[in-house]
């Protein structure tokens, strides 16, 4: 069996394999070099990590070695002074190289496609879906990422129908895969005369964003059609064909974009959500092949599994794969999401590393 020093020797020539094929790609090559880049950024961190892990044990090999080769007392209690340190500081590090060995999501690092659709509860699942959009653009706002609108399919309460993003920055994937599945939520609504408290869902897909060299999709698979945008109520927001619905004729997968004024901008920002759908579908079927493992994980991405429930008149969100809740709702809508975040990253990396015993 391939011991954990072999493993990580493996990591650190993988990382100075990565910086020398960044120097000798061609530039021009622009799909090999974020490729490239992508893995060896996904590395730095755990490189620095295994970089002192090593020094560390030749230290404390050098310091017992000094301890038993020196006679001077005072020397020897400096050497187990150091050597107390160092061991403390190992224990540390065996930690952190045992979750740096938990096998890495080759995602991690990418863009996301942010799919939000409304479900059960009409109107209120629709103003629903409208607070979970927002509260993803203020927590993307907090990490400082990018945050660009594909498709936005509004009602005339202000709800949303469904809405397509891309969220573009660090790591923004490996934060946000979590929030796949069913979220429901349980409030009266503003409408309700008699105080009931309603159950709506709303459905959150979020999708690794494809690059073009890892789908690929012949034209003769494609019918697209163009058509004029309109706005609420059929209000023309364009007076030209520059919307843009593509049906993927071997999947049926249908995308539409109609947000940009540019039929070819609509047209690629169409495209690569397909790509990015595609992607997810054959990475779930890959994953279901394997067995349970995966599909066990916090981070399966399965879209119908209920995961959370907003209950706003006990000021109490519940993750249902964690059991575990948090109060205070408006700061959670407001974006304050990482907390939840972290705690289904923790236990994610708990069950996988449970897997790998």
Known sequence: MESTDDKLKKMVDRYQELSEKIQMVDFSDNQEIIKLSREKSGLENDIQI???YFKVKKEIL????????????EMQKICQDELRDLDIELEELNKKIEHLLIPKDDNDQKNVILEIRSGAGGDEAELFAAELFRMYIRFSEKQRW???I???????????????AKISGDRVYYFLKYESGVHRVQRVPETEKNGRIHTSTVTVAILPEAEEAEVEIKPEELRI???RSSGHGGQSVNTTDSAVRINHLPTGIVVTCQDEKSQHKNKAKALNVLRSRLLAD???RLNADRGGNRR???????????IRTYNFPQDRV?????????SQISRIIEGDLMPLIESAIREDQRQMLENQK
């Open 50 to 52: 295994i970089n002192r």
């Open 62 to 73: 050098e310091n017992r070695s000094l301890i038993e080769q020196s006679g001077d007392p």
């Open 146 to 148: 990018d945050f660009e």
């Open 150 to 164: 594909i498709s936005n399919n509004r009602t005339s309460i202000n709800g949303i129908k469904e809405v397509i």
């Open 225 to 227: 059609d163009v058509f």
């Open 282 to 284: 054959e990475q779930a």
């Open 296 to 306: 066990d994980q916090i981070g399966s991405g399965d879209r119908s599994e209920k």
């Open 318 to 326: 519940t993750d249902h794969r964690l059991n575990q809740s948090w």
